[in-house]
Structures are given as C-alpha cells and as structure tokens.
C-alpha cells in the first residue's frame, strides 16, 4: 500500500494540472452565490443527488456491491458499467461537500457507499461486481464493451474528489490499490490492450496529481500511446467507434462514440500536461478546433446518430433524432476545461458555455426528478412517456422526453457530479492576477502565487441581462482582472468606477492597483439574433436559429396560436427578433402547403407553401423546453416558401 | 400428415389471391426476355444464387441444419433468423426453375437443402436450429427477437413456390406438418401472441391458397387480429418497432421496423382479400397512400433510422445514412403488388417501378457478387470496407458500401427470390384482357378466364429510351390491353398500328379486335428533370434531384472537375438538365466557403458560399453509383448559395 504525498497544497477542484497557463481555483476559492447556475447547484443537492441515491438503490447498482463482498452467486443488476454510477454519486456529494460543507445526511450516506464498495474489493485491488468470480466471465475478457478499465477512471476521480473535499479517507486507500492492480496488469509487461470506452487515463493522471506518484502518470501515457493500434477485438461499429482505428497523435479530429472520444481527449490533454508534450498538445488542439468547426450542434451538442451515439462525418448535424447526449456535454466541457488551463485561450471557456446553457441546464426536468439522455433540436411528435422495463428503468433508445432513471443511466450522475463542481469553471487565476470564464452571481477569494490575496465578488442576472458588476473586495495593489468576452458579444463595453471602454470579443483585460470597492462592469449585448448556418450544414439549409446571449432558443408548440404546428411554420428574417424582459419573439407566417400524395415533385408549385397568418411569437429557451407539458419543438427555423 | 388438394389450376407466381381486380400471370406465362431486367435475371441465375449457396455453407448456416438432425449439441451460427436465408434462396432457385426450365446444378442444390432441412425437423413439425433443444433457449421463448414464426413463415412462402415450379414435393410435406404445428400452438387455445418480426402471416395464406387448407388462413387471421395488443415485451425500441402499438386495422401509416411493418401490411392485405373484408382492405390503402405521401425516399426507399431500421416521423428523410434496407425495398414491393392485384390501381404499380430501379437495382454489384445492406442518399466519405468477423461475414452497421456477405444476411438472399420471381410483375390479366404494369423486354402468353388465348412481345430498351413497342401474336377478337402511363411521364402517347393518342398518367387502354401483327406503340418522355422536395422535407430544402424516366441521379465524385468535391457543388435550376445517349448531365458550380472555426454565425456573409468554377457535369444513374472505385455521392444537390 502505497503512502500518500501531498505534494503541494491542491485545490479542492476536479483538475488540478501541475503546469499550463491557469491555476485552477478550488470550490471554497470560487463560489456561486446564486442566479441561474446557483440555483441548479441548490437543485442538485437538494433534489438531483437524493434522486440519484435513491435510484442506485433501488436499481439494485450499489446492491451488486453487497452481493460480491458476501461472496454467493448472485445476478448482476444493470449494464456494465452500473459500478461507475456510484462512483460519480460520490464524487458528486464530495465536490457538494466542498462548495457547501459537511452535510450529515449526504457525508453519511457517501460513509456508507465507500463501506459498501470497499468490502467488495478483491484482496489484489481488482473491483468490479460484473467480471471475474467463478461464475462470472473473466476479468478482461470483453475489453470493448466491459467497462471494467472504465468503471476503475470513475473510482479514482471519485476518490480524488473525496480526498480533496476532506471526506472519507477509507476511499483513497480503495482507489490506490486498485491503481496499483492496473499498473501491474496493463503496464509494459502486462496485457497490452485499452478499454473500449476511455476513462482510466483521467483518473490515473487525476491520482498521481493527487499522490505524485509517477507510475500512475506512466500508466496513463502507455494507454494513451496503445490506443490506434486496433487491440481492440473488431465490432459492428468499427474501430473508430473506441478511437482505436488510429493513434492519438496522428487524429485531426474527433470521431466514433462522442463520449469515448472526448474522455480519451481529455485524458490525452492531462497526459500532454503533466508531461509536457506540447505536440501532444498541439494535436489536441487541433482536434478540438477540427470538431467544434464541423461536428457541433448551435447547442454545443455533439453526437449525430443514435446507432452508436457517435460523431456524424464533417457538417452532418441534423436536427432530427440529434443525439447531443447528456453525458457528450459533461465530457466535452472536460476536455475544453483542460484545454483553457493549458493554454488559456478563451475559445475554450466560448464552448463550455455554450454547453452549459444549452446541453447541461436542458438536461434535468425543473425539478430535477427527471433527465434528457439525448437532447434533440427537433421534436416533431409529442413526446411521450419511454418504455420503462420491469424495476422501473426507462428502455434508452426510445426515450424523446425526460425520464426519471436509465437502464444506462450514466446522464444523471454525470450532471450532478458536473454541477456540484461548476464553481471551479468560474474563476482561475496565475501569476498576473484573476480570470472570470463565466458570469453568475459569485465571489473570488483566492491567494496568488507570490502571497497576494485577491477578494471580489461578481453580481449579475446573466444571462437574462448582460451587466455583470464586479467589486473588488479586497486587493494586494497591482494585478490584473481578465475578463471572457464571448464570441458572440459583438459591442461589449468593460467599465472600471463609470469609465467604459469597447471590448472586443475574446479577453479584455484590466491592470491597475485595484482597491476595496472598485467596480468593474462588463457590458454583454443582449440583443436577440438569427443565427446561420455554414452552407454545408445540409441538414438545415433555408433554417435560422435564434440565439441571445448565449441562450439558443426554440419554437415550441406550445407557444403557437391555435391551429399552427411546429411543423408548418416559417420566420420571417427581414424582421429582427425581438427581446425584453418577457423573453425573445420572432415574426413567424403558418406555411400552407397539404400533404402531397408523393412528397416530391418536378413542378416547384408542387411543393412550395403559400403563407397564410401572420404572428408575432414568444420563443422558449432551449433549456427550458418540455417543461410546460407535452409538446412539439424546433430549433431550426425555416426561412420562407421552399427555396 | 395433410393431403394436398389443388383447388384450382394456379399460376406459378408468388402471390396467387383467390379474389381481388386482377389475376397473376405465372413466370410461364409472363416471361423478360432480356433488357435491364432480363440481364439482371441471368446475374441473379450465374452470380447472386450461387453467390449465396457459397456463404450459407461457408458461413454455417445450412451446416445448423446438419447439427441440428444428428442431435449432439451443437454452437449454432449466425442470427436467429439464419435459417430463412435458407428457405429463401430455395424460393429463389424455385422461381427461377419456373422462369427458365430446371437445371442440373440448381435442382441438385435444392434438393439437398431440402433433405437437410427436413432431416432437422422435430417429430411435432417444429423446425428451427437455435431453439427448443434441452441445451438451448425453449421454444417461444423469446418472441421479440427470436425470429421462429418469421423463419416458418419464409419456409411456407418457400414450399409453396417450389410445389408451384414443381420442384422437389417433401419440402410442402415439411411446411405443411410444420404449419399444423404452427396452428396447434398459435390457435384459439394456444399462445395467445405474435412473431416480432412479421411474415408467417404471408406463409400462412400462401400455403391456403395452394392447399385450400382453411385453418392456415385462419391463423393467419388471428395473427393479424392480435397485433397490436401489447402483447410482446417491451423493448429498447417501443412496441411501434413490431407494429404492436395500434391494431392493424386501427394504424393509419406505417411505422417501427420498415420491413417488419411492410411484412404485416402485406400480410393483412392477404388476409383482407381472402377474407373479402373490404374495411381492412381499406385500412392498408391508407396506411400505403399516408406512407408514401410522408415517409419514402426520391428512390422508392424507406426506412431513415440506422439505429431502429425503422421509419422516421413524417417528412424525417434525411439523405444522411439514410436506411433504405434492400430488404424494405423488397417487402415495399411486395406490399404495393397485392395491393395492385386487389384494387387495380397503378400507383402501386408506380412505386414498385420507382423501388425496382432505385433500390432493387443499386444493391447488387455489376458482378452480383457484393450487395448493399442500406441504400444511402448521400455518401460523404470515401466508402470503405467493412469490418468483417472472424468467419469473414460483414457487421452490419459499419458498412457503407456493397459488401460480400453480412452477419445479417437477408438482403442478398431476398433480392435473389425477388428478381426470379420478376416476370410475374411485368403484367396481370382480367376477364377483358391484359394489363401490363412494367416495362422492358418481355412477352406474355396467358389464357384469359373465357379460353381465350393472348400472346404479345414488349420490345424496348426502356430506361434508356421511352419507346415500348408491343406486338401482338395471337389474338382472339376484342379485348383490352391496358398500359401503365408512368405519374411521371406527363406528355405519354399511345400509338395503335401508328395511329398516336395521347395517354394521361394512369392507364391508358386500347380495346379493340386485335389481330396478330398488329403494333401498339407506348412512348414516355425521357427528359431529365429537376424533382423538388415537399416543402416540409426539412433534411434536403433548398436541394433538387435529378430523375430521367423512372431512374433517379446521382452526382458521383468521380464524374467530377478535378479538385470539385460533392460537398461543395451547387446546381444550377435555371439551366434544364440535359439527357442524351451519353446520359444525364447538369450545370453545376463549385460552392467555395472554407470551413469556419464555427459552423453558425449571426453574419449570413460569413456562412454563405461564393460560386467559383462552374461546368457541365454527367449524372449517374443512383443504382449504378460505386461501382467505378471509391467515391462520394448525392442524391440531393444544393441549388444556391445558402438560400
């Protein structure tokens, strides 16, 4: 058993590299004091976590830890991968520790899962309840579809998250001794293959941060440097489903099953860091550019087809049956995370909130009993309850609303893991001074690395408003506050006590001897705005979006005049969109065109619609569709008659 | 162990209703003699029947046969539903005995299929080698996907065509012992639910209709009387996916699995014309015209989901993977041929042509030696090789070119039974005369029901001309002969000994005495044209595609301008597309925008091509594409510049 080195005091945060341009702050540095994301944090503790409990139980996931530590056969409960739930949930309790303190019913309820699963680990490390007793199939057996590689990345970021939030110490000792089976088993002598779906490699960097010990870090680079070299066995889907149809050095872009793609490149970055490869870096850079310019939904969703929940080729996005998964959201903000540590480009911190409001804030229902698995930009039925099977578990691929538990349920706790830690998204700092990545009511109380101690707060309703007012509260002289201005924020002004400056969107920057009870405003344009898309999106060609600030928004039928569809309707893009405090209307016409006996024709009148009725119509931030019973939705918007 | 009673002299074809407007022709009686579709009989006679031979042994699914009749306990290969394979190519040499006279080698090849299968039938006429043996899964006990019915329902539909060809008669004993067990167990008192998959209801009436055996066609009655009940279990994928959802009677379009849903609706057209019950009857021509208005593909295809195989919502049809299974263009036309023969009317007899020479025709490879599995609209990448197993068998869902075998075989041996029986959709006949419903090289020489015996040639070589020129040969004074005019084809004329007239899409007949020599004349315009998309087919707005005759274009990569990419081209509408003896050919521009570091903006400018180098550029007709090495493919080209 190996001893743990704290090597330097670490941040109570989910990544916490030992190089790059940002130092991330911990969860007691960078707190959400409220707004739109404070308030889903609250949620998440107060709903989204005991529901999550409540479910693991009750599917029998955390039961399958009783049975393997009492030893008899038993039947497993769940998929593959039902260990890692748990895990997740502690990870999410231990960063809700971190941000709000000890609760006695959460700090216990995570002693007893650690109990739980502790007693069921083998005497060599290994911890999996679905592989390797007697009557069970061997360890390893199914590197594709197993889990098992994938299970253990979850219990050691789990278990790194429990030790930096101070709560059980019993987890840490779990999580090294099943690092220590891997390194033995997959190490240069061991068996040398990759799990199907990657994982691993961010929890073996995640513990050697966390220990400093380099066998961990080692690990992680030979499964980072195995992958492409088609060990895995042939499936349906082909390699690139598990990005092994080629090495991670030699892709440009990602591809295959988005969420196996984006850990592996989020592990990958770790790796480039902790190392410091910066061509491994570069590549990783590359990829993220390559993807984000071609393969990402206006949402931020990634993922274009349900068959394999996967990446579609360049500009193949179509709205339809988008999958835009949960969990693709969760992983592609941890990859865009390591990114801006890395490098600090603001681009990064752009995706991440993308995702944030329009894949992670549309997941859970408003009162966080029930998720979105895929997140469609186009919903032509009413949705409708999914096939649930017999505990109660709804049947994935035919779900189009939210549902309360998954048979793969790895949406649920990934969120609430995800949301738990958002404070550590905010704020970084480095030498220079402070970086605020994201807007919401919150505070910064941080110490620089020279001993400087840096205090403010940030008061905002963003996004409903883009004023965001930022008073320091305590300041060492001399340091600089740098401020993300998104993409979209064309026209943004940064004042500092009443004195405005233009902005122009990436960083804006202000140096000064800062004093107690100076104020810094950031000015975002809110404007609503149509938004287009590149001629190669030929799934929406003729269509707009709307967008403001960094809310996509949509058209729901429940917001339509009577007698008008989702489906037969056309905006009219001569008339801006308009936006006040009771949200954002366009000028739309109902599209009269019947149904044709064969939808396509050699006479354009044929299948051209007139316009009929004209209205001014509320649009509904994506986020919050399906919330107002059922109903048909459409991101995409048609632009006229046909053309 | 039933007696067979012929209760009438019957045709030798594969539908032969007791009722409805017209009566089938038998392979002897409606005979290609060459053309596009004789020559695809003959490959289907050298190339794609002894293709398939090969593979079922190779690949181990006759050798199942062979283990299940010796008893040892056996690893069974390939799906549930290999046995069918089988039983289909059987039928396939069985229609192409009747087609063109018994073969040594064929013969020789049926008759041992026929023994081995018969040697593995169980004592109480069940018959299927991956269930029921201590060692397996019992009977029935996995009706979602356990495929039996659906097997027994090919090995009737099988029987049936080898006792019609007159083949080798233990294989109708065998179906028959084998539909008394069927009726045993699925009857009134026995198990009250249905096949997964759709097709023993086809069997079941087939086998009636030879035998006169009542109780077949009254199963076949329950079967569709109880779909729609729940009673499968639920799956991943909703009841819709096997049609268990809405009573038959009760769905007003098609849904779920397309082939599966084809299937049923074939097969409740049966029941509906056995059984005189015109409600039914109704019932399915809704479910047709509401299909084919909202849910078909330009080419005939259906089926927009990978992930299911199943049908979209309406108006989902997105060129992107669409699904367009061989074998749902198959069960389409099987679906639309009895609704031919119980109502008369040519749109169904315009949607097979439309399924015949878009998607019958494009599966196969020039050598018959390779076939689509799905038939996509629009192919970005290069298509590569599939990924195979260990046995060399394609996995499905990776594939997207033709491919040699497939784990899940049934597109090859379905094309196989489909193109020998062809000649028996070319024409019908009713107490007045003969309708002829497609086009190509071909006679017919039938006695109508009074003795009166008509002989004629079709000669043309349509596609690639419009001109089909009828002689007849033998003539017994008045009659009428009435010809399809295509829905397409505005403008048609019909010439008797000379004589033009002009013929309405629809039908165009001639009564009159005809005597032997005399020449009727049918010519079809064969401009190309542009076709435009109903205007709530959002996948390909602001795309037109390009049909001449019945064959829809395709643009292929490499009939392109060196550097010119299928991406990035735009058609010009203004400028009528050209067809001559070298093809279809269109005015095209390459559409130059680079890729943007993201693929939306508030800017139309930003996102909108400038058109760059234009030519005139050759179409290739779609059944013909990727056969001339790698290349990317549409269907559906863009017409502007982002509009």
Redesign the interface.
């Given at each position: 058993m190996t001893g743990i080195v704290e090597r330097h005091p670490s941040p109570v945060a989910p990544v916490v590299p030992r190089g790059g341009v940002f130092t991330p702050l911990g969860l007691d540095e960078s707190r959400l004091s409220g707004g739109f994301w404070g308030e889903r944090q609250e949620l998440n503790r107060s709903a989204i976590i005991p529901h999550a409990l409540h479910w693991l139980e009750r599917a029998g996931w955390t039961g399958n830890f009783d049975h393997a530590a009492a030893g008899a056969k038993y039947d497993h409960r769940g998929m593959e991968f039902a260990d890692s739930e748990i895990y997740k949930i502690i990870e999410a309790i231990s960063w809700d520790r971190a941000r709000s303190g000890p609760d006695d019913v959460l700090d216990a309820a995570l002693d007893q899962l650690v109990d739980r699963l502790a007693a069921a680990q083998d005497a060599d490390g290994y911890l999996h309840t679905l592989f390797g007793r007697a009557w069970q199939r061997p360890r390893y057996s199914d590197p594709s579809w197993g889990h098992e590689l994938y299970c253990f990345g979850h219990l050691l970021q789990s278990a790194v998250a429990n030790a930096r939030a101070g709560a059980n110490p019993k987890y840490l000792q779990v999580a090294i001794a099943l690092a220590d089976h891997v390194c033995v088993m997959f190490g240069e002598n061991g068996l040398r293959t990759v799990c199907g779906h990657a994982e691993i490699e961010l929890g073996l960097v995640e513990l050697y941060r966390l220990t400093g010990e380099l066998r961990y870090l080692d690990q992680a680079v030979l499964f980072i440097d195995r992958r492409g070299a088609g060990t895995l066995p042939?499936?349906?889907?082909?390699?690139a489903y598990s990005q092994d149809d080629i090495p991670v050095r030699e892709a440009t872009v990602l591809r295959g099953h988005v969420v196996r793609a984006l850990y592996l490149s989020a592990g990958a970055t770790d790796v480039a860091v902790e190392t410091g490869d910066t061509d491994l870096l570069r590549v990783l850079e590359t990829q993220w550019?390559?993807t984000?310019?071609?393969r990402?939904y206006?949402t931020g969703g990634m993922g274009?087809?349900?068959?394999?929940e996967a990446f579609?080729?360049?500009?193949?996005?179509?709205?339809?049956?988008s999958y835009c998964e949960t969990c693709a959201g969760v992983a592609s903000i941890m990859f865009s995370w390591r990114l801006l540590l890395a490098t600090g480009k603001s681009?990064y911190a752009d995706l991440i909130e993308r995702t944030l409001y329009n894949v992670l804030a549309a997941a859970p229902a408003r009162d966080g009993q029930a998720f979105f698995y895929a997140n469609t930009l186009?919903q032509?039925?009413m949705s409708e309850p999914?096939?649930?099977?017999a505990d109660g578990l709804c049947?994935?691929?035919?779900s189009s609303g939210r549902e309360a538990w998954f048979?793969a349920s790895c949406c649920p706790t990934n969120l609430a893991r995800t949301l738990a830690g958002l404070g550590a998204l905010w704020a970084t700092k480095d030498a220079d001074g402070v970086q605020i990545h994201q807007y919401g009511s919150s505070s910064v109380d941080t110490v620089l690395a020279d001993g400087r101690r840096i205090s403010l707060d940030v008061e905002t309703d963003y996004p409903n408003s883009g004023t965001i007012r930022i008073t320091v509260r305590e300041s060492p002289g001399a340091w600089t506050l740098a401020l993300r201005v998104p993409?979209?924020a064309g026209g943004a002004t940064v004042s500092v006590n009443g004195v405005a400056e233009a902005a122009e969107p990436g960083v804006a920057s202000v140096t000064r001897p800062f004093a107690a009870g100076d104020t810094i405003v950031l000015e975002l344009p809110m404007e609503a705005?149509?938004?287009?898309?590149?001629?190669?999106?030929?799934?929406?060609?003729?269509?707009v979006?709307v967008?403001r600030g960094p809310v996509v928004h949509a058209l729901e039928s429940v917001d339509l005049p009577d007698g008008w569809s989702t489906?037969?309707t056309v905006v009219d893009v001569s008339k801006p969109p308009l936006a006040n405090g009771d949200g954002v209307r366009v000028h739309l016409s109902a599209?009269d065109?019947p149904?044709?006996?064969?939808?396509?024709?050699?006479?354009?009148a044929?299948?051209?619609?007139s316009l009929a009725a004209s209205a001014e119509v509320a649009l509904t931030p994506y986020y919050d569709w399906a919330n107002r019973g059922p109903s048909t939705m459409r991101v995409?918007i048609?632009t006229g008659?046909?053309?």
């Open positions: 042939r499936i349906e889907y082909g390699s550019a390559n984000v310019a071609t990402v206006v274009s087809h349900h068959n394999d579609g080729l360049d500009y193949v996005l179509p709205p339809d049956r681009q186009h032509r039925s999914a096939p649930v099977n049947l994935r691929g035919s048979e993409s979209w705005r149509f938004v287009y898309p590149h001629h190669r999106v030929d799934a929406v060609r003729g269509c979006a967008q489906e037969t599209a065109l149904v044709r006996p064969f939808p396509y024709s050699a006479d354009v044929d299948v051209t619609p995409w048609p008659a046909g053309d």
